[in-house]
């Protein structure tokens, strides 16, 4: 029977294998983020399973999404970020395993979030399965 861990974990090792130069902060993991430059920070949010019969072994649905924000300082602009992003969901397509599931939807960029020394660009990628 498939878990939230078994999802997790798909996603994250497709992310640590993407050729990358910027540093992940991988969930529940200490992090310290670099003074300047971008990096990539992997967050999971899983739904409630929908269960088909009362029996304790039936099949449930899985869906939930992963995201992928991008983050850099404030001062040079979002393209390079953006374009970061954008590689984020090209690796996450659409049909891409992660673990039992599937990337159910084309991975979405969202408009950049702006804090006080902070730009966060998110990447959604919604998953869907059933196990």
Known sequence: MATDKDILTGAL???SGYTTS???AWPGVNFTPPQSGMWFEVRHFPNEPDHFAYDDDAKQTYRGFVQV??????????VSATEEAEGVAARFAK???LGPVLVSRKPYVSPAVYQDNLIQIPVTIPYRGVV
């Open 13 to 15: 090792n497709r992310m």
């Open 22 to 24: 910027l540093p992940i």
């Open 69 to 78: 924000s991008v983050f850099d300082r404030p001062g040079g602009g979002i």
């Open 95 to 97: 049909g891409t395993a």
